[in-house]
């Protein structure tokens, strides 16, 4: 009898684990450390504007030894570049009077939140500043390792760039990307949030930006210009690896 009791005890407990293993799997990620907020720009500098992209690129790279600088064509049709992500108005103005100081910048002005439309309660504006923003490099050539609107975007670097000019910050890579943000289910996909791909049994080696009816825009790989997709393409539908929200 007893052995008999502890039989049904064992049978119960494998039940009891496969359904929690189960369950498990049908739920989307937890929040934990690995995901990382949402990080909004809020002041930042602007330092020059240039005619020339190979001038602007140059700065930004000078730049780039002391600050997060980065270059893009506005507009007007002139290639600015920006630095930073200051908490107050007071620390921004601040570092560019330093830099002004020490001979790294020259003229400079203060870009306020105020210019990315970055309020929660103006999140689907920015959805569509993000799907405008990636319409417009539509054509730009694929290129390992860049994040340049003139010299070409890999997949994470087309989407860091889109992402930066409508004030969010992003990580570099698609890997670190698919740790930023909020789970969203594939069903609930809004314009701007950002849809990754993985080879068979491999990480998240792929990213692109979601824009409505189960298209998006991505830089998708050598030979090839940023596009739109499909997601329900047979390729991508196989290879979907998941979603991240960021508003």
Same mark, same amino acid.
């Given at each position: 009898?007893?052995?008999?009791?502890?039989?049904?005890?064992?049978?119960? #407990?494998?039940? #009891?684990?496969? +359904?929690?293993?189960? !369950?498990?799997?049908?739920?989307?990620?937890?929040?934990?450390?690995?995901?990382?907020?949402?990080?909004?720009?809020?002041?930042?500098?602007? +330092?020059?504007?240039?005619?020339?992209?190979?001038?602007?690129?140059?700065? @930004?790279? !000078?730049?780039?030894?002391?600050? $997060?600088?980065?270059?893009?064509? $506005?507009?007007?049709?002139?290639?600015?570049?920006?630095?930073?992500?200051?908490?107050?108005?007071?620390? +921004?103005?601040? =570092?560019?009077?330093?830099?002004?100081?020490?001979?790294?910048?020259?003229?400079?002005?203060?870009?306020?939140?105020?210019?990315?439309?970055?309020?929660?309660? =103006?999140?689907?504006?920015?959805?569509?500043?993000? %799907?405008?923003?990636?319409?417009?490099?539509?054509? %730009?050539?694929?290129?390992?390792?860049?994040? @340049?609107?003139?010299?070409?975007?890999? #997949?994470?670097?087309?989407?860091?760039?889109?992402?930066?000019?409508?004030?969010?910050?992003?990580?570099?890579?698609?890997?670190?990307?698919?740790?930023?943000?909020?789970? %969203?289910?594939? &069903?609930?996909?809004?314009?701007?949030?950002?849809?990754?791909?993985? &080879?068979?049994? =491999?990480?998240?080696?792929?990213?692109?930006? /979601?824009?409505?009816?189960?298209?998006?825009?991505?830089?998708?790989?050598?030979? !090839?210009?940023? #596009?739109?997709?499909?997601?329900? @393409?047979?390729? /991508?539908?196989?290879?979907?690896?998941? +979603?991240?929200?960021?508003?």
């Amino acid at each position: 009898m007893l052995k008999h009791s502890n039989f049904l005890v064992i049978i119960f #407990c494998i039940i #009891c684990l496969f +359904a929690c293993v189960t !369950k498990a799997h049908l739920k989307p990620p937890p929040l934990t450390k690995e995901y990382i907020k949402t990080e909004f720009v809020e002041y930042s500098i602007q +330092a020059g504007a240039f005619q020339s992209f190979k001038n602007a690129d140059a700065y @930004s790279r !000078k730049l780039d030894k002391y600050v $997060d600088a980065f270059s893009f064509k $506005d507009k007007d049709g002139f290639f600015k570049v920006r630095f930073g992500n200051f908490s107050s108005k007071k620390v +921004a103005l601040k =570092r560019a009077r330093q830099l002004k100081s020490d001979n790294i910048i020259d003229a400079y002005f203060l870009v306020v939140p105020e210019k990315y439309d970055n309020d929660h309660i =103006r999140a689907l504006k920015i959805r569509e500043q993000i %799907v405008k923003e990636a319409e417009n490099y539509i054509g %730009v050539p694929y290129s390992w390792g860049g994040n @340049s609107s003139v010299t070409g975007f890999d #997949c994470s670097g087309f989407t860091l760039s889109v992402f930066r000019k409508s004030g969010i910050m992003l990580p570099r890579t698609s890997k670190q990307q698919f740790k930023t943000g909020v789970f %969203v289910p594939r &069903k609930n996909l809004q314009k701007g949030d950002l849809v990754f791909f993985k &080879k068979m049994g =491999r990480k998240v080696s792929h990213v692109g930006i /979601y824009i409505g009816n189960q298209r998006f825009i991505h830089s998708p790989g050598k030979g !090839k210009t940023v #596009c739109y997709q499909f997601l329900n @393409s047979s390729y /991508y539908k196989k290879h979907y690896a998941g +979603a991240r929200t960021f508003l």
